[in-house]
């Protein structure tokens, strides 16, 4: 009882401490020229032209999947008459009847190269196939850009061999060819390193992921085609909770009655809409969204103009929550994670992930996803102080690397299970 009395206390002490609002606008330029990565607590962390870049290459540890830059104009189609082998002859006869290939608009994880995997095969990546062996990616498909100065070109991802990709791109004649790489290690603690088609350049354009939150800037929805906006976007580890029809926004903070959602667009573009009579944005009444940061603070944003004369984007925000960052000395996340055996198969019938709480949390999951994303195992834990084990069920489970996640409260922790 007295453990539970001084959490409260905390929690209460944290949530009040300093809580203000604060007005704030973010200016993407005229024509939204520019993206911009910001901060909740620090404010802008990063600028960048929107349409210097064609490539985004995800950088994280077991990230593979790639974004084609379509607010820059660029088109990205799957050529379907061969697979990587038919590079010398490809034919775009039937071009604009080929269906073209998008970035997801509510995960990182899903760029145009790689969203479009095959369900049935977790070794399918889209641009290529994962090797449960040497645990390389080797890519097989061939793929057209038309780029954002009209030029066309065919594009083959070769591989993703020790956290560096390989890649070659001509004239859709064979001329000009080019072969680059792009090694993660080069963007470390960043979610994209991108690439110039154009230019024949690699570009470090972001911030590191841990120094921003939200993305502001331009981005391609499906309303239901594919549409160019104006909005914000998630970073990864941040959740955000929308409200709407409140009697008055300006004083609820009832966060804890949402539900704090993973899609990176649940701020998206549609707080705002456009007024023929006006020729100007309204911004929508009673709308407040609640944004929870990857270090477990809780932040009220209201949005109150926005300009398209100078991409400017107008909003409040307050801090309503901060965590204690300890609790009778223990840090307040998962203090271990162990899995064992790994590599497994399914012939062991199980794998154990041994985990500990330094105090007891509420909400405690565990989420195992494949590794193009798809969720095969999800349970609820065991929330107590103390060592606990899960045993994972591998009967079911292909061969190929699977991603572990544990998540306590507002903060998770990854492994990563090897199945031969």
């Given at each position: 009882m007295k453990k539970q009395i001084l959490i409260g206390a905390m929690a209460l002490?944290?949530?009040?401490?300093?809580?203000?609002?604060?007005?704030?606008?973010?200016?993407?330029?005229?024509?939204?020229?520019?993206?911009?990565?910001?901060?909740?607590?620090?404010?802008?962390?990063?600028?960048?032209?929107?349409?210097?870049?064609?490539?985004?290459?995800?950088?994280?540890?077991?990230?593979?999947?790639?974004?084609?830059?379509?607010?820059a104009g660029a088109m990205l189609w799957n050529y379907p008459n061969s697979a990587a082998a038919g590079w010398a002859s490809v034919d775009t006869t039937g071009l604009y009847t080929w269906p073209a290939?998008?970035?997801?608009?509510?995960?990182?994880?899903?760029?145009?190269?790689?969203?479009?995997?095959?369900?049935?095969?977790?070794?399918?990546?889209?641009?290529?196939?994962?090797?449960?062996?040497?645990?390389?990616?080797?890519?097989?498909?061939?793929?057209i850009v038309k780029l954002g100065d009209g030029s066309y070109k065919k594009l083959v991802i070769e591989s993703l061999i020790s956290g560096t990709y390989s890649f070659k791109y001509a004239n859709l004649d064979g001329t000009s060819p080019q072969t680059a790489t792009l090694a993660k290690s080069a963007y470390t603690g960043k979610n994209f390193g991108y690439y110039s088609l154009q230019t024949n350049a690699a570009l470090d354009r972001e911030p590191a992921t841990a120094n921003w939150d939200l993305?502001?800037?331009?981005?391609?929805?499906?309303?239901?085609?594919?549409?160019?906006?104006?909005?914000?976007?998630?970073?990864?580890?941040?959740?955000?909770?929308?409200?709407?029809?409140?009697?008055?926004?300006?004083?609820?903070?009832?966060?804890?009655?949402?539900?704090?959602?993973?899609?990176?667009?649940?701020?998206?573009?549609?707080?705002?809409?456009?007024?023929?009579?006006?020729?100007?944005?309204?911004?929508?009444?009673?709308?407040?969204?609640?944004a929870e940061t990857s270090n477990g603070e809780i932040w009220k944003m209201i949005f109150t103009g926005f300009a398209s004369s100078n991409g400017a984007m107008m909003f409040s925000k307050e801090k309503l929550f901060t965590p204690p960052t300890s609790v009778n000395g223990a840090a307040s996340t998962v203090a271990s994670v162990a899995v064992y055996p790994n590599p497994t198969s399914a012939t062991t019938s199980q794998a154990n992930v041994i985990y500990s709480f330094p105090m007891a949390v509420t909400a405690a999951n565990i989420i195992i996803t494949d590794i193009t994303g798809r969720t095969v195992l999800a349970d609820v834990l065991d929330g107590a102080t103390g060592m606990h084990q899960y045993v994972i069920p591998t009967a079911n489970l292909l061969p190929g690397l699977y991603i572990i996640n544990i998540s306590a409260g507002r903060y998770s922790t990854q492994q990563k299970l090897i199945m031969n």
């Open positions: 002490a944290a949530m009040n401490v300093g809580a203000q609002v604060v007005v704030d606008t973010v200016y993407t330029g005229a024509g939204y020229a520019n993206n911009i990565w910001y901060s909740l607590a620090n404010d802008n962390q990063g600028t960048a032209p929107k349409n210097n870049w064609d490539l985004a290459f995800d950088a994280s540890g077991f990230g593979s999947t790639i974004h084609i830059n379509t607010i290939r998008y970035n997801s608009d509510t995960s990182w994880e899903l760029g145009a190269m790689g969203r479009y995997a095959n369900a049935g095969d977790p070794t399918d990546l889209d641009w290529g196939h994962y090797n449960m062996t040497t645990h390389a990616i080797t890519g097989d498909s061939i793929y993305f502001f800037g331009q981005y391609t929805t499906f309303i239901p085609v594919a549409y160019g906006v104006t909005g914000v976007l998630a970073n990864r580890g941040v959740q955000v909770a929308k409200f709407t029809a409140l009697v008055d926004k300006t004083t609820f903070t009832a966060y804890s009655t949402g539900t704090f959602k993973t899609a990176i667009n649940t701020i998206g573009y549609n707080w705002k809409s456009y007024n023929s009579s006006t020729m100007a944005y309204d911004i929508k009444d009673s709308v407040v969204y609640f």
